[in-house]
């Protein structure tokens, strides 16, 4: 028998404690090729919010179904296995987390990430394979890389700079020489990106017009913006942006549990006028990037020039709270369960 965490009641604007339920039933039977894994690690992101909604946006998974198992990224045990790639006691990522157990067929992703794969053995913490050398990292590698294409003296602004994606991100653009400007949503979490981040210059996006905040903070504008919060800063970036600006965007956080829309950008002719690229993506397309992630990020960690937070919550049963918190952003770097 195996538990796992289903969508109970289709949330209605802020999600609740109360939409989920833990279900336990009976695991199906190997098949050749399966692999049953005992999860160690789940991963809480908000991009799992998306697909609680009645729609989702085009060209993105479908939502989960009243009482369908929800599925995430993890770390676990392999028990027992039918492939001749696996084998008993192999710690692996996969997407079925946020259960206790999993059965696993090799090939199935999020997004082209989290394809069934074994954890190579490090000095590294495991369950930094869900965060600064996995998705997170390379969410944050790729965006500043491929997509923004960073160069020494930029002045770059990372929104939710304290949060997974975003603390590598900012950090990782300010090793690279860049001017680094970021935000987050409370004054603990700006004294933590100015203190122990050494950014630049840091403001919480809660005490005022984000565009006066960003102003403030970068009188002269900003060559690069990091986005995973889209409405208002987005619109606040655009009009900072210097003629040839770039933005990277890898979510719309504000958007995922809103009871209403935000309105999107009215500004958007400045991509015009400006020259401003502006790109979506997702880290599964940039797979071929994680080893180079693996040694820029680890090295920077291990020498202590790059610093990473977790939130981490004990038990299956919590990961409802952890999801909510989560999103309310009452937590710090990135936001784990752990299974015991």
């Not at 100015?194 to 970068?218: Q, T």
């Not at 990091?226 to 900072?240: N, P, R, W, Y």
């Not at 999107?264 to 071929?288: C, D, M, T, W």
Request: hydrophobic residues 40%.
């Amino acid at each position: 028998m195996g538990r796992t965490l289903c969508l109970r009641s289709r949330p209605s604007g802020e999600l609740a404690v109360g939409d989920f339920e833990v279900t336990e039933s009976k695991l199906p039977a190997l098949a050749d090729g399966d692999v049953l894994v005992r999860n160690l690690w789940l991963s809480i992101d908000p991009s799992v919010r998306i697909r609680l909604a009645e729609s989702t946006p085009r060209g993105y998974s479908a939502p989960f179904g009243l009482g369908e198992p929800l599925v995430g990224l993890a770390l676990g045990t392999v028990e027992e296995s039918r492939s001749p790639d696996f084998h008993v006691g192999q710690i692996v990522s996969h997407m079925y987390g946020l259960r206790d157990f999993a059965v696993v067929r090799p090939g199935s992703s999020i997004g082209g990430y989290g394809e069934l794969s074994a954890v190579e053995s490090s000095d590294y913490p495991i369950e930094w394979n869900l965060g600064p050398l996995g998705s997170s990292g390379l969410t944050a590698y790729a965006g500043l890389s491929a997509i923004l294409e960073i160069q020494p003296g930029d002045v770059v602004w990372v929104s939710a700079a304290a949060g997974a994606v975003g603390s590598i991100a900012a950090q990782l653009a300010s090793l690279r020489g860049c001017t680094v400007i970021g935000s987050a949503g409370s004054d603990a979490k700006v004294a933590h990106l100015l203190d122990d981040f050494g950014l630049d210059a840091a403001f919480n996006y809660r005490n005022g017009p984000v565009a006066d905040s960003l102003a403030a903070a970068a009188p002269t504008g900003i060559d690069k913006y990091f986005d995973s919060v889209g409405a208002e800063h987005l619109v606040a970036a655009i009009d900072a942006m210097r003629p040839g600006g770039r933005i990277a965007m890898c979510g719309a956080i504000a958007d995922y549990d809103a009871a209403q829309s935000p309105s999107g950008p009215q500004n958007l002719f400045q991509l015009v006028s400006k020259g401003i690229r502006i790109e979506g993506f997702r880290a599964g397309s940039f797979n071929h990037l994680a080893p180079a992630m693996r040694e820029e990020v680890g090295s920077h960690l291990e020498a202590g020039r790059m610093t990473f937070a977790e939130t981490v919550f004990d038990g299956l049963e919590q990961a409802p709270q952890a999801m909510v918190d989560m999103l309310h952003g009452r937590h710090g770097g990135k936001t784990l369960c752990r299974l015991v």
